[in-house]
């Protein structure tokens, strides 16, 4: 179980600050900083600001919980200068291919939530720690790090590609894990599928 590193804290306290100050506001925090459509209320700031975000308590607990589970464990590796590259790098990529899945589907409805991050995380402690054995909740079954981002990253495709229009960013999860992996690679001296 580990423990909260400082921008680890940080983050979490942020997240959770802003969820209980936009309920206060009566939702006043979406309409400015939740991620729109370009046309329909898209301001440039929107694609780092909707990652702060939450629809409702579930969605900030679980993504809170992941950024502890994956994230406390990537900032005391790479400390925070690249743990904030790639939350950076993971939420920007989630944000570019949600934009571009909504402007295909002619979609109106605001992203917001710090999933793109955290599945850009997942996939990082896969790439840093593959044989780590870990515990999901769901289902409770014990198994690689490795293997359970493969797991997840597919349904998060399969989910996509089936149900588009569900209401849940799946294309944004992929484009977190999709930043995460290019960053890494850069980090490596790698191109994405070869070294430069």
């Known amino acids: 179980m580990p423990h909260f590193p400082p921008v680890t804290q940080a983050l979490i306290l942020i997240n959770t600050a802003l969820f209980c100050l936009n309920i206060a506001l009566d939702d006043l925090l979406t309409r ?19 990652a ?4 409702n308590f579930g969605h900030l607990f679980f993504n809170m ?7 406390a ?3 005391r590796l790479w400390g925070p200068k690249r743990f904030l590259q790639l939350f950076a790098a993971s939420i920007l990529s989630a944000a570019g291919l949600q934009m571009v899945l909504v402007w295909f589907l002619d979609s109106l409805s605001p992203t917001v939530g710090a999933s ?4 850009g995380f997942l996939l990082a402690y896969a790439m840093a ?19 359970f981002a493969a797991i997840f990253g597919g349904l998060e495709l399969l989910l996509g590609v089936s149900n588009p229009t569900s209401g ?8 977190g894990m999709l930043g995460a992996f290019v960053l890494i690679n850069y980090w490596r001296k790698k191109t994405p599928f070869g070294r430069y």
């Open 32 to 50: 400015w900083f939740a991620l729109y459509p370009l046309g329909f209320g898209f301001l440039p700031w929107q694609l780092g600001t909707y």
């Open 52 to 55: 702060f975000l939450h629809d």
């Open 65 to 71: 919980l992941g950024l502890w589970m994956f994230g």
């Open 73 to 75: 464990e990537l900032e």
């Open 116 to 119: 793109g991050g955290l599945f």
């Open 129 to 147: 720690f593959p044989n780590r054995i870990i515990v999901p909740l769901i289902p409770p079954i014990p198994m690689k790090a490795k293997v």
């Open 168 to 175: 849940v960013a799946h294309f944004a999860h992929l484009g």
